[in-house]
């Protein structure tokens, strides 16, 4: 089961208890997962569960009977040809003066929850951070984005393969929108994600430093003993100044250690040993020369 179903049943056990409130959600969910007319309605959804949702609160709220039927794993319900018109002239209402629509202080959110149950997609927080209202209707979709911005919660409408999306990409807004959803739950689980791909994010960073660094490290000690090797090889190491012969070592006994690790060891600067060390190496290229 995807995260986005899992958003929606929870959805689904949060009603909406005021007739306004059912009036706004029952014309959600047809916007966003129905056509209807005065000769046909129906309502369509891959979620069974959100197709016997719409059956409930359209009769609740229009007093109207639906048929569900199953084709291609897509549930419908089709209103019943006696009621179709009064439910379409009633919805009609509100492509006229959308705002009539909302009575109460709640009525939005349950507008939004409608239009999400039909028409609605969460991707899964562990991959990405994204959530979209997809219409046919870009008057819907207009609609939906003023709603959702008039709520605090500031989406994007953007047309996508003839169709209109209305759609969110910042986490903390996602989480604002499931909470006004009613799904509080998946919005917990969002930030849980989000704080566990933040520590994980910030392990990998230190990891990969300290690999760099410990790879940098290697790379320049390599460098040192090579540059101490060839001046041994060459017997020129007892006429060295006795600070470079013995940094040289110090090094020969520490061959993994830092140059830190070895600026303590002799109890000098960093910079002073970094400098003796440079001055090995230097020795060694003319010697090569």
């Known amino acids: 089961m995807s995260f986005s179903t899992d958003v929606k049943n929870e959805i689904l056990n949060t009603w909406s208890k005021k007739a306004c409130c059912k009036n706004s959600e029952t014309y959600g ?16 959804s891959e979620n069974e569960n959100v197709i016997r949702h719409f059956k409930s609160m359209l009769w609740k709220t229009q007093n109207a009977e639906c048929e569900m039927q199953i084709q291609h794993n897509n549930y419908t319900a089709v209103v019943d040809q006696a009621r179709t018109s009064d439910v379409f002239l009633h919805f009609e209402t509100y492509n006229l003066d959308f705002d009539r629509l909302f009575v109460c202080e709640k009525c939005r959110s349950a507008f939004i929850r409608g239009a999400f149950l039909t028409g609605g997609f969460i991707s899964d927080p562990q991959k990405e951070y994204h959530l979209e209202f997809t219409s046919k209707s870009e008057i819907a979709a207009w609609n939906l984005c003023k709603t959702l911005n008039e709520t605090g919660i500031f989406a994007k409408l953007t047309e996508r393969s003839r169709k209109f999306v209305v759609y969110l990409k910042e986490s ?7 909470t006004l959803l009613g799904a509080t739950g998946a ?5 849980n994600t989000k704080i ?9 960073r230190v990891t990969n430093f300290e690999t ?11 460098r040192q003993l090579e540059a101490i090797e060839k001046i041994e090889f ?29 600026a303590k060891l002799l109890g000098l ?3 002073g040993v970094h400098h003796r060390l440079a001055k090995l190496i230097d020795i060694a290229k003319e010697l090569q020369g």
Do not use: H, W
Request: proline share 2%; net charge negative.
């Open 187 to 191: 919005a917990l689980e969002m930030m």
């Open 29 to 44: 969910l047809l916007l966003f997962g129905g056509t209807f007319s005065s000769r046909n309605i129906t309502c369509t």
């Open 196 to 204: 566990y791909k933040d520590i994980r994010n910030n392990v990998n």
């Open 172 to 178: 903390e807004q996602i989480e604002d929108c499931l």
């Open 234 to 262: 060459a017997g020129k190491m007892a006429s060295l100044p006795d600070e470079l012969q013995t940094v040289a070592k110090i090094r020969l006994e520490n061959p993994e250690a830092s140059t830190a690790e070895i």
């Open 212 to 222: 760099a660094n410990i790879k940098k490290t290697a790379q320049s000690s390599a």
């Open 269 to 271: 600067s960093r910079s």
